[in-house]
């Protein structure tokens, strides 16, 4: 069966951002042109939420993985402010041709790594086994209608990339929501336990971003509290705003 083909990618400019379309006028990423290594929309900014949960000392040592990469912002994050390993899975080759030229997306190099390939096929790679520290999912079409990739498989497959310590960072959007049923199926696979799946409330765009952890956390408040200060101090996240959004699901 022939594959349906790959949509036109194109750019516009407004207020000073810049943003990334698929063929269609909905908005598949953005950055702010003065700022490109900071992170412009909420939802992608949740997206780096996992950190409330992670070892921050070495974080340098860590590895990001980005499924979708959409004007790159994560994995400029990533690789710039927090000096990680990042690989990107990216099904678009004209996607990753404009994020070089207009988002100021690294070329690769021993740190960053790009994988022109669908990601339920990469994920099926070896050396992906238990090495990610955090799974960045956002892979929608270019009507930005529902995930592309949402089964408990694909969950699955994504939970056997994680270290012990991983996460995953899901978004979760669709003009016709199937968040209930994505939720019940990443819950299927990380675990019905309290703290392993935790969830923003939606963005006043509709996007949700969801969290699992390979293995659940329920820090106590105080302790969460001096995380969000932590994050926010050293990487210039909005955290504690996220400290009111986000809750343990179940």
Request: aromatic letters at 8%.
């Amino acid at each position: 069966m022939t594959p349906p083909p790959l949509p036109e990618v194109s750019i516009s400019e407004h207020a000073g951002r810049r943003y990334l379309h698929l063929g269609t006028e909905w908005v598949q990423g953005s950055m702010w042109i003065d700022k490109p290594f900071e992170i412009e929309l909420d939802y992608v900014q949740r997206m780096m939420a996992w950190l409330m949960f992670a070892p921050l000392a070495d974080i340098k040592t860590r590895h990001a993985l980005q499924l979708g990469l959409g004007s790159g912002a994560l994995t400029k994050f990533c690789y710039k402010k927090l000096r990680m390993r990042c690989t990107v899975v990216e099904i678009n080759p004209m996607v990753v041709e404009v994020c070089k030229q207009w988002f100021k997306l690294p070329p690769p190099d021993e740190r960053l790594r790009i994988v022109l390939q669908d990601a339920a096929v990469a994920l099926q790679k070896k050396e992906l086994a238990a090495q990610v520290d955090c799974a960045l999912v956002d892979l929608y079409d270019h009507e930005a209608a529902a995930p592309v990739l949402d089964s408990e498989d694909f969950y699955a497959q994504v939970r056997a990339t994680l270290t012990e310590q991983g996460a995953m960072a899901v978004n979760l959007f669709g003009r016709s929501s199937s968040y209930e049923r994505s939720l019940q199926k990443i819950q299927a696979v990380l675990g019905p336990e309290p703290g392993a799946v935790w969830a923003f409330k939606p963005t006043k765009e509709g996007n949700t971003i969801v969290l699992a952890l390979r293995h659940a956390q329920t820090p106590e408040p105080q302790a969460f509290l001096q995380r969000g200060q932590e994050v926010q101090a050293r990487f210039g996240l909005p955290a504690l705003k996220w400290l009111r959004v986000l809750r343990p699901v179940g």
